[in-house]
């Protein structure tokens, strides 16, 4: 079966390309003051008055601290994918290449939490974490999550990550542990965002009219959710800036829209081809600026 063809190469992949944070990654060594910790043009002010007046040491330590905010909703997203990961794992055949490979995931994503964790120590940044009542309602999601609405938001918060890493692990001007946890992250979870596609795209289609409705609004409303909190408004007063101020002129800003809407062009374009994204879901992914 295809499935099985799949989970296979997969794990083949998982077995020749991992790594070991402990390892492969040099936390002694220094980080830099000057480095940017993603590029400049991803942070939330730039572009805005407010972050002409900002100085150098401000910007640096915005962008550290926005990295911190979206590690923090990674790693809080990632333990739950793990449990999801978990409960789609037991219903399986624990002799069937897709329920080994689930489980392969789940150390995948052990490690990433676990290198996560290393770096918000390393940058001497809080773990943020998303606003409790979004926390409550992923207490919610992830107990009931199946199928495409278990898959497809995952897709949502990987691979708008995944583009934002790709671009900063290429950038000179940004923080050398940055880019190697990004390079890390990057190569593990090509294998996990190819595993999710062909789930969404295998399982979708079959369902009746009712429950693809339930799927696509349950998928933008996750979606929406997860990114709609990568930013905590905490940030802002890390930098030394007021956040009544800075809030308000990071959510208005037209060139972080654009961003947003470039991070997650790849996986929209996907879940528009499958057919999950319907006219009465659009509202939602514009209202985070997805589309």
């Known amino acids: 079966m295809a499935r099985e063809a799949t989970a296979t190469r997969l794990l083949n992949s998982s077995a020749r ?9 040099d936390w002694d060594a220094p980080v830099p003051d000057d480095k940017m910790y993603m590029p400049a043009e ?5 572009g ?8 150098p040491e401000q910007r640096v330590t915005l962008s550290k601290h926005e990295l911190a905010s979206i590690i923090g909703t990674g790693l809080w997203f990632e333990i739950i994918l793990m449990q999801m990961l978990a409960r789609h794992a037991f219903r399986l055949d624990p002799r069937d290449p897709d329920a080994r490979y689930a489980l392969t995931e789940i150390g995948d ?12 120590e390393a940058f001497g940044c809080p773990a943020y974490r998303p606003p409790a009542v979004i926390d409550a309602l992923a207490r919610v ?12 938001p995952v897709l949502v918060a990987e691979e708008t990550l995944d583009r934002f890493q790709r671009a900063a692990m290429i950038d000179e001007s940004v923080q050398p542990l940055t880019r190697m946890v990004n390079r890390i992250h990057v190569t593990e979870e090509a294998r996990h965002v190819r595993f999710a596609r062909e789930e969404v795209a295998r399982v979708f289609p079959r369902l009746s009219p009712a429950a693809k409705a339930y799927h696509q609004l349950m998928t933008a409303l996750v979606s929406a959710a ?11 007063a890390a930098a030394g800036l007021d956040p009544e101020e800075a809030v308000p002129v990071a959510r208005k800003n037209p060139h972080r829209h654009q961003h947003v809407r470039w991070m997650g062009e790849k996986i929209m374009g996907f879940l528009d081809d499958q057919g999950m994204v319907p006219w009465f879901t659009k509202p939602i992914y514009r209202a985070v600026h997805l589309l």
Not at 18 to 23: E, N, V
Not at 48 to 55: K, N, Y
Not at 226 to 236: E, G, L
């Open 109 to 120: 994503e052990t490690r990433h939490v676990l290198m996560f964790g290393r770096s918000l």
């Open 141 to 152: 999601y992830k107990a009931l999550a199946w199928g495409p609405h278990l898959f497809a």
């Open 226 to 236: 997860v990114v709609s909190v990568f930013i905590s408004k905490d940030v802002y």
């Open 48 to 55: 805005t008055a407010l972050w002409e007046r900002m100085t």
């Open 17 to 25: 390309n991992s790594y070991d944070p402990d390892i492969d990654i």
């Open 42 to 46: 991803h942070v939330s002010l730039y």
